[in-house]
């Protein structure tokens, strides 16, 4: 049996025989050619792109769903680019290469320049240049690359998968699961993957050389890990997880009356992290009570925001009117810039502690109040809620509660209607907020800590880096007292306090969370119903114990063993 820790880029679990998939890049001969051949050669290469780009564009007009279209578009940039159309015909011309050779060439120059940038983002555009390059070098040669076909039902496991292929394999529906030795959570496989739901795991570097066709795998999609040969002990610790969490999910799925308690009675309200409008369908059958946290930059940011071409008003009022008759939806304002940048925005050297959220926001009033005035347009469906990212002191907080009343006030003397009664809250996520969370508590009706943010400021460590990642620990005693901190001055308050980042989509840590006494949990639908089936099976009163004891201990790892020791004790007991 080896295990591999990858990502997880879609959850669930998937066990089947494996079907191997590598790549053999095509062989293209380094021919030069000769000085009279090159207006033909630099013929041919436009000829096939000229064709290329019209079997594209026809791609993306039939394209289903936003990823399949997002994935052609950014392959439609690549082929019309004239940069590298240029850098080919260079080569051609100069060094005498023929056109595959070229494109082979220019392909790679643009790629080494990628792998040296720290973006993930663009690392992860990898996969869509190279897809663009085969479908060049195939169209050149006339050579084709191997069609993959799955047969029988089968666990995917390739160095890597290029999204076409993904989109052309033949029989997808007896794809099980999906492990690659490379890709991040971003890539457009893993996007596509979660909305096929087929558990996947990513970046668990090597696996695909370490079994062979046929033989056993694990994908456990939850916690990112990819398991080849298990022992029987292990195939049948998955299969009941496996099962419990097809039994949850058919339990919970669809029933949003299902509330999230503990055993002795404890309510805990979890709610939905979504990005797009179609997220609502997600949470409503993962039974969430709410859209707990909507991302609203990610619809901006694809849709230009600062040019105001968004289409916030039609959209957040969609969403609010899907949810209507279910529950509430919490639009958290703008949280631009840091790692989330749009085009016109200045590069920082510092930028996750630079112009980002509520302090870029407040520097752009317009794009602010236009975001304000959507959101209040919304809430005349009376389920609607105003969240505000990053806010790090009172003045902060205090001129975007002033702004927010200049806005109402314009839609009253316009006579638009809105919630007068609309609920307003602030996001806990800069260590300073949190320590000053006695008086922010008096301003606002709830807060959401955001764990992502809380622990990469507290510890000084960024959240993408994966050679600092070590010191990102949810269980540090510096986060874990910050957020007991919050919840016991939002108590003291009277008002509710949530938590909306990866932490609560993840089972180690709901012990503690429940023990600190956290009123709500948001986290990505999937997550939801094993959440909640396990929240069931969790008593309050020890969790609270529990958290007492380690609040008291010093070393991170302790405190992971004795909440290990405390799943461990009540998973043989259920
Ligand atoms: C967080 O920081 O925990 C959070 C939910 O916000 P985001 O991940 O969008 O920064
Ligand atoms: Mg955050």
């Not at 009570?289 to 969609?318: H, P, Q, V, W």
Request: one cysteine or more.
């Amino acid at each position: 049996m080896v295990e591999f820790s990858g990502i997880s880029s879609s959850p669930g679990y998937a066990i089947g025989k494996a079907f191997i998939y590598r790549h053999d890049k095509l062989v293209i001969s380094h021919d030069f050619i000769s000085s009279d051949e090159v207006d033909a050669e630099i013929a041919r290469l436009e000829e096939c792109f000229y064709s290329l780009i019209k079997e594209f564009r026809t791609y993306l007009e039939n394209a289903i769903g936003d990823s399949e279209k997002a994935l052609y578009t950014v392959e439609l940039l690549m082929l019309e680019d004239v940069e590298y159309h240029k850098s080919i015909k260079t080569l051609i011309q100069n060094k005498r290469y023929s056109a595959p050779w070229a494109v082979e060439e220019a392909t790679e120059e643009i790629i080494k320049m990628i792998s040296g940038v720290e973006d993930e983002y663009l690392k992860e555009r990898i996969i869509d240049i190279r897809d663009i390059e085969y479908a060049v070098l195939e169209t050149l040669t006339g050579k084709r690359r191997e069609h993959i076909e799955v047969k029988d039902k089968r666990i995917l496991v390739a160095d890597y998968i290029l999204t076409s292929e993904l989109l052309g394999l033949e029989g997808l529906e007896n794809i099980l699961g999906i492990v690659l030795d490379t890709g991040g959570k971003t890539s457009h496989v893993s996007i596509l993957a979660k909305s096929k739901k087929i558990p996947s795991v990513v970046g668990a570097n090597g696996f695909s050389l370490s079994l062979e066709e046929g033989e056993t795998v694990i994908v456990d999609g939850q916690n990112g890990i990819a398991i080849a040969n298990p022992t029987s002990r292990k195939k049948a610790e998955y299969e009941k997880r496996k099962r419990e969490l097809e039994q949850s999910l058919e339990t919970y799925g669809g029933n949003a009356d299902a509330k999230g308690c503990t055993k002795d009675g404890k309510r805990i309200i979890l709610d939905a992290n979504i990005e797009w409008l179609e997220g609502v369908d997600d949470a409503i059958s993962s039974g969430a009570e709410n859209i707990g946290l909507f991302r609203t930059e990610f619809i901006a940011i694809k849709n230009d925001i600062l040019n105001s071409r968004d289409k916030k008003d039609e959209i957040y009022m969609d969403a609010a009117l899907k949810m209507s008759g279910h529950g509430d939806v919490v639009f958290r304002t703008l949280d631009i810039g840091g790692d989330k940048k749009t085009d016109g925005m200045i590069a920082e050297e510092n930028p996750i502690l630079g112009w980002r959220a509520v302090r870029y926001m407040l520097s752009h009033r317009k794009d602010f109040k236009a975001q304000m005035r959507a959101v209040l347009m919304a809430s005349r469906y009376h389920n609607v809620r105003m969240m505000f990212p990053m806010v790090s002191g009172i003045e902060e907080l205090d001129e975007t509660l002033d702004l927010l009343d200049e806005v109402k006030r314009e839609l009253r003397k316009e006579k638009v209607e809105f919630d007068e009664e609309m609920k307003i809250g602030t996001m806990i996520e800069v260590p300073s907020a949190a320590l000053i969370s006695d008086v922010l508590a008096k301003k606002v009706d709830f807060f959401s800590i955001g764990t992502n943010d809380l622990i990469q400021y507290t510890i000084a460590v960024d959240r993408g880096n994966d050679k600092t990642n070590y010191l990102y620990n949810p269980l540090h005693l510096g986060v874990l007292r910050l957020m007991k901190l919050i919840v016991d001055n939002a108590h003291d308050a009277g008002i509710e306090v949530g938590l909306c980042g990866q932490m609560a989509s993840e089972k180690l840590y709901l012990p503690i969370l429940v023990g600190l006494g956290l009123d709500e949990l948001s986290m990505s639908p999937a997550s939801l119903p094993e959440i909640r089936r396990y929240l069931s099976s969790l008593s309050y009163g020890d969790c609270s114990s529990l958290v007492n004891e380690v609040l008291s201990e010093t070393n991170p790892d302790v405190i992971e063993k004795k909440v290990k020791e405390f799943l461990n004790e009540r998973e043989t007991r259920n």
